[in-house]
T-cell receptor
Framework: GQQVMQIPQYQHVQEGEDFTTYCNSSTTLSNIQWYKQRPGGHPVFLIQ?????EVKKQKRLTFQFGEAKKNSSLHITATQTTDVGTYFCATTGGSYIPTFGRGTSLIVHP | GAGVSQSPRYKVAKRGQDVALRCDPI?????LFWYQQALGQGPEFLTY????????KSGLPSDRFFAERPEGSVSTLKIQRTQQEDSAVYLCASSLVGDSHTYTQYFGPGTRLTVL
């Protein structure tokens, strides 16, 4: 199946700073999903992107799908302590089975 | 409405014991997935059901792992003769029938299995 690599693995920020996590693939992706998992919690679906160059926003979160559909990013503006957690990207590669990245753990210092 | 529920939330087993993990999906959700999540990793696909049919079990790590969903709702993941490497969080997720462009998965809280 398709593989996705996420960077960075960890990110420490001061509250109020911005945060970005990247998801990369060597092959063209049919879609990208983003999930958030709070410490001790379970993954929660955030969004799905399917179109080349697509950009979607959810309040302070901005999601992008690259023009070549080989990468995606999640950007959080002015982080808050409630943003703490691990952000995963995943792709189904044209089937119904998602392959998850290793995730980026966001630590926000107040 | 109620989300996906899993039981037990925590399970400690001695090596060699059999365990059964239960998943109650969201009512009406046709698709059901099982994942294994090791510490610091993303969820790894184990198996997939559409109604009662197990359409894909390619992620099951060995023949000690068995999953069923006999009536197309509740599902059970059974692990026989547990080994220490089976220690992980087992996540269940359900979704409406969807193709690669339209599905959204709803995850349960997971069962944390520790094999001693």
């Amino acid at each position: 199946g398709q593989q996705v690599m996420q960077i960075p693995q960890y990110q420490h920020v001061q509250e109020g700073e911005d945060f970005t996590t990247y998801c990369n693939s060597s092959t063209t992706l049919s879609n990208i999903q983003w999930y958030k998992q709070r410490p001790g919690g379970h993954p929660v679906f955030l969004i799905q992107l399917v179109k080349s160059g697509e950009v979607k926003k959810q309040k302070r979160l901005t999601f992008q799908f690259g023009e070549a559909k080989k990468n995606s990013s999640l950007h959080i503006t002015a982080t808050q302590t409630t943003d703490v957690g691990t952000y995963f990207c995943a792709t189904t590669g044209g089937s119904y089975i998602p392959t998850f990245g290793r995730g980026t753990s966001l630590i926000v210092h107040p | 409405g109620a989300g996906v529920s899993q039981s037990p939330r925590y399970k400690v087993a001695k090596r060699g014991q059999d365990v059964a993990l239960r998943c109650d999906p969201i009512s009406g959700h046709v698709s059901l997935f099982w994942y294994q999540q090791a510490l610091g990793q993303g969820p790894e696909f184990l198996t997939y059901f559409q109604n009662e049919a197990q359409l894909d079990k390619s992620g099951l790590p060995s023949d000690r792992f068995f999953a069923e969903r006999p009536e197309g709702s509740v599902s059970t993941l059974k692990i026989q003769r547990t080994q220490q490497e089976d220690s992980a969080v087992y996540l269940c997720a359900s979704s409406l029938v969807g193709d690669s462009h339209t599905y959204t998965q709803y995850f349960g809280p997971g069962t944390r299995l520790t094999v001693l």
